[in-house]
T-cell receptor, first 112, second 114 residues
Framework: GQQLNQSPQSMFIQEGEDVSMNCTSS?????WLWYKQDPGEGPVLLIA?????ELTSNGRLTAQFGITRKDSFLNISASIPSDVGIYFC????????????FGTGTQLKVEL | GAGVSQSPSNKVTEKGKDVELRCDPI?????LYWYRQSLGQGLEFLIY????????KSGLPSDRFSAERTGGSVSTLTIQRTQQEDSAVYLC????????????FGPGTRLTVL
């Protein structure tokens, strides 16, 4: 099935650094979502974006819905060890039910 | 229960055998979804149930895969004549309704086909 292109594939950063990752698609989505998955767990929703150009924050996380509706960005400021995990973007189209198309994931590792 | 539960947590089977994976959604959630996550990959949509409507089966990879949802609650994903490429983590999610509501995921069932 289709998957969104997500980059980088993995990141190894120092604690306290800011992190950026992005997600691109060849098709338009009406909703962009960002999830985090810890080992052995299911993904947990971090941020949801519903309008092109929207910029939304959740604590140290900030995400943007691209103007073209074909991309989205997630930024994490001042990373901490518990930020470790895999981050997935997901898109949803109007009229497609609530099924999601997921990105390939960005694995984040934080060095103390 | 407090969240979505899945069983078993791990399943090892031999090629050619049938397997059944179970999902218990959050009580009161009318929508239920199955996804598959292969090693190092994102989640791939399989099937979606919403209330009494016919399920959206557009993501099922072959006719060996089927799912049912009894009584609008528990769901079972069945894979017949398993193949090695079926090895993956199978994740179930539920949402309060099927529009734009947040999907809550279970911990998944890790299936290994030898």
């Amino acid at each position: 099935g289709q998957q969104l292109n997500q980059s980088p594939q993995s990141m190894f950063i120092q604690e306290g650094e800011d992190v950026s990752m992005n997600c691109t698609s060849s098709s338009i989505f009406n909703t962009w979502l960002w999830y985090k998955q810890d080992p052995g767990e299911g993904p947990v929703l971090l941020i949801a974006l519903y309008k092109a150009g929207e910029l939304t924050s959740n604590g140290r996380l900030t995400a943007q819905f691209g103007i073209t509706r074909k991309d989205s960005f997630l930024n994490i400021s001042a990373s901490i060890p518990s930020d470790v995990g895999i981050y997935f973007c997901a898109g949803r189209v109007t009229g497609g039910g609530n099924k999601l198309t997921f990105g390939t994931g960005t694995q984040l590792k934080v060095e103390l | 229960g407090a969240g979505v539960s899945q069983s078993p947590s791990n399943k090892v089977t031999e090629k050619g055998k049938d397997v059944e994976l179970r999902c218990d959604p959050i009580s009161g959630h009318t929508a239920l979804y199955w996804y598959r996550q292969s090693l190092g990959q994102g989640l791939e949509f399989l099937i979606y149930f919403q209330g009494n409507s016919a399920p959206d089966k557009s993501g099922l990879p072959s006719d060996r895969f089927s799912a049912e949802r009894t009584g609008g609650s528990v769901s079972t994903l069945t894979i017949q004549r398993t193949q090695q490429e079926d090895s993956a983590v199978y994740l179930c999610a539920s949402s309060r309704d099927g529009s734009t509501d947040t999907q809550y995921f279970g911990p998944g069932t890790r299936l290994t086909v030898l």
